[in-house]
């Protein structure tokens, strides 16, 4: 691994143990340590006098250490997580590589890079990639791949940087030793993180996702290495499952879904038929019911929805419970105000129009509880 000389030695000198908001952190003075979202990559983990190292970050020049357990100041030999600094070498020349293919197939530019736990992510200066594209750029980063090309590290001055032919010039603020990474004539860009010694230890490079941010860039999402295996291990379960559960092959999986989905639809709108013809045949039995003022029901909602539509609701108020919401309709009360009443007794929530409205609340109401806020609202002020 191409690992800069400053995180060669694993050695964490601790000089004070501090504790930050419930959590323990050793301040350090020599540190080995790579710290997290150092230039958009991961930090180290391992684990110092046997407790795990939970964060790695830079504060006033000093490198902090969150750990899980107590470690009394000294000098400590780090019992380092390596297949974690592997993977990172690998997302990290994976970058490198894919962000070099972009120039090469598009002359598309990578603005920033961020390293996640899950997968990477780089920014390009465009707003949208063809999907055309995107499979030449993987597929060029995959040959870049297999011809298991050299990684190399260069040491040089900022002011000699200018001799190399780096992909992204040198920001004017670096000054002093400058740690380049070449891979040989496909790319070089200045980089202080973790690289892979050879472009075939990458494995492959995989690109998982586009997402356009910030108004004129592309966010390209991708996994290398182990990662990229994982993600095909997952997705390959995944797509074996959905071609078990609809007995299809995996080509055939799309078409299945699709007719699922239009079946799905005509059922929804066959539903949606039967359930207005239901709340027909309610509405003539609720207005039989004659002189009653309030008509409560509960059913499913989708009948509720057209129950308020047919019934006759002249000098009523129907409230309907489907086991969720209440929906308050009629044509001569303000059903707001009988809502608000609910909402002053019962707490929840609701609104709508005067005469139609929801409301809902944790616990259901006993029906005759509606009955006495209706008289007490309605029904008095009418006989008055
Ligand atoms: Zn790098």
Do not use: W
Not at 150 to 167: D, F, H, K, M, P
Not at 358 to 367: A, F, H, L, V
């Amino acid at each position: 691994m191409r690992i800069p000389e400053k995180y060669l030695e694993p050695t964490v000198e601790v000089r004070d143990v501090q504790q930050l908001n419930g959590k323990i952190v050793l301040v350090t003075g020599k540190c080995g340590l790579y710290p997290d979202g150092k230039g958009g990559q991961l930090g180290d983990r391992g684990l110092i006098n046997g407790t795990s190292i939970l964060r790695v970050f830079e504060d006033g020049g000093q490198t902090l250490v969150e750990v899980e357990g107590y470690v009394e100041p000294g000098i400590y030999r780090v019992e380092l997580d390596l297949s974690r600094r592997m993977d990172i070498a690998q997302q990290h020349t994976g970058q490198h590589i894919l962000s070099a293919a972009f120039v090469h197939v598009a002359d598309i530019e990578t603005v920033s890079f961020h390293m996640g736990e899950e997968y990477s992510t780089i920014d390009v200066d465009v707003p949208y990639i063809e999907s055309s594209v995107l499979k030449e750029v993987e597929d060029l980063a995959n040959r870049i791949v297999q011809q298991d090309l050299a990684v190399q590290e260069i040491v040089t001055t900022s002011e000699q940087t200018g001799n190399y032919n780096l992909r992204k010039p040198l920001s004017g603020k670096i000054s002093g030793l400058v740690r380049l990474i070449k891979i040989e004539d496909f790319d070089i860009s200045a980089c202080g993180g973790f690289h892979t010694d050879t472009t075939g230890q990458v494995g492959i490079i995989k690109i998982i996702g586009t997402e356009k941010v910030k108004g004129e860039l592309t966010r390209v999402y991708a996994v290398s290495g182990f990662r990229a295996l994982r993600y095909f291990q997952k997705y390959t379960d995944v797509l074996k499952e959905l071609s078990k559960q609809l007995t299809a092959s995996v080509d055939e999986i799309l078409i299945r879904v699709r007719k699922l989905q239009d079946q799905a639809r005509e059922r929804g709108l066959l539903l949606s038929r039967l359930s207005e013809e239901y709340a027909k045949i309610l509405a003539l039995n609720l207005t039989s019911l004659g002189q009653e003022q309030l008509l409560y029901m509960e059913g499913y909602t989708e009948v509720g929805n057209f129950l308020a539509k047919y019934a006759n609701l002249d000098g009523k108020v129907l409230i309907f419970y489907d086991g969720y919401k209440y929906t308050l309709a009629s044509k001569t009360y303000d059903v707001r105000v009988f809502v608000e009443a609910l909402k002053r007794y019962f707490g929840g929530k609701g609104g709508g129009k005067p005469e139609l409205a929801n409301y809902q609340t944790e616990k259901p109401i006993k029906r005759e509880i509606f009955f006495e806020i209706f008289n007490n609202l309605f029904k008095r002020s009418r006989e008055v």
